[in-house]
């Protein structure tokens, strides 16, 4: 069962990566991203992570990806979309993504796995134990994320104000 | 090899990684060979998926909630690259078309 799971997921999640790449409008890119991270989140329940589950499809795919949709539409889908074509920067990156591919699977070969730490799989990715450690051992990163967020915000609102000369 | 018990199935944890290294390296050729701005700023998303899977995935393998954690803080950055490069594009395309990342080449030094 798990291993159907992990399957059907598996190439639910590169075919929509393969489409978010070759896709010519930008829009369907993005339905094929939002279809990656529904892949995705069933394997991070599969890895038994149900918070990292959770948040994935709430900010990925609702928060994130519905912002990049508001973009195309406040651009205009036909304003965004590509005409012109790549000349030999194509067979460039095709022998970059071979070298890469068989870097990574090097890579994967000689992954050394350490023994595991035999925690309480109960307890385990589950909302209390994602807190006690946000909230002991990683406080100051937690609080250095929000720091980042505010920073965000704020330099999304000063790019897209309305400037004095526009009026 | 490092085997997982899920469910009553035995998964090896470098399936996960070898999936995680397959969306990564698609991201990686999308932001090569697209160039189309937004298109690039989705394949970034696509790679910090595929990062997130891989630590999701040595979480589980170690069962150490660390990797986890670390995950949520990567999709929070991802967040912010997001709002961020949208903004950036957003003011981009008010002055003019930009189908092009080519055509955007000017704040070379």
């Known amino acids: ?167 | 090899m490092s085997t997982l018990t899920i469910g009553g199935s035995q998964l090896d944890a470098s399936w996960f990684l070898l999936l995680s290294a397959v969306l990564f390296i698609l991201g990686a050729a999308g932001v090569l060979v697209r160039r189309n701005p937004l298109v690039i700023l989705i394949c970034i998303e696509l790679m910090l998926n595929a990062a997130n899977l891989a630590l999701v995935a040595f979480s589980r393998q170690l069962q150490n909630m660390e990797g986890q954690l670390f995950a949520l803080m990567s999709m929070t950055v991802a967040a912010a690259e997001a709002v961020v490069g949208l903004a950036i594009l957003v003011d981009i395309f008010r002055v003019r078309d930009a189908e092009d990342v080519d055509d955007l080449s000017e704040l070379k030094g």
């Not at chain 1, 939002?34 to 995705?40: E, I, P, R």
């Open chain 1, 1 to 167: 069962m798990a291993i159907a799971l992990f399957v059907i997921s598996a190439i639910v999640a590169v075919l929509g990566g393969l489409g978010v790449v070759v896709s010519r409008q930008p829009i369907r890119s993005v339905l094929s991203l939002v279809l990656v991270m529904l892949a995705l989140s069933v394997q991070f329940l599969l890895l038994s992570a149900q918070f990292v589950f959770a948040v994935q499809i709430i900010v990925y795919a609702g928060a994130v990806m519905v912002l990049f949709l508001f973009v195309i539409a406040l651009i205009g889908p036909a304003r965004v979309l590509a005409k012109t074509r790549l000349r030999f920067q194509t067979w460039l990156s095709a022998l970059f993504v071979l070298v890469l591919l068989g870097l990574m699977w090097a890579m994967l070969q000689g992954v050394q796995y350490r023994q595991p730490e035999k925690a309480d799989m109960n307890f385990f990715g589950t909302v209390q134990s994602i807190a006690v450690g946000l909230f002991t051992n990683y406080l100051y990163p937690f609080e250095l994320t929000s720091i980042l967020l505010l920073v965000a915000a704020i330099g999304a609102i000063y790019l897209s104000r309305k400037r004095i000369d526009d009026l």
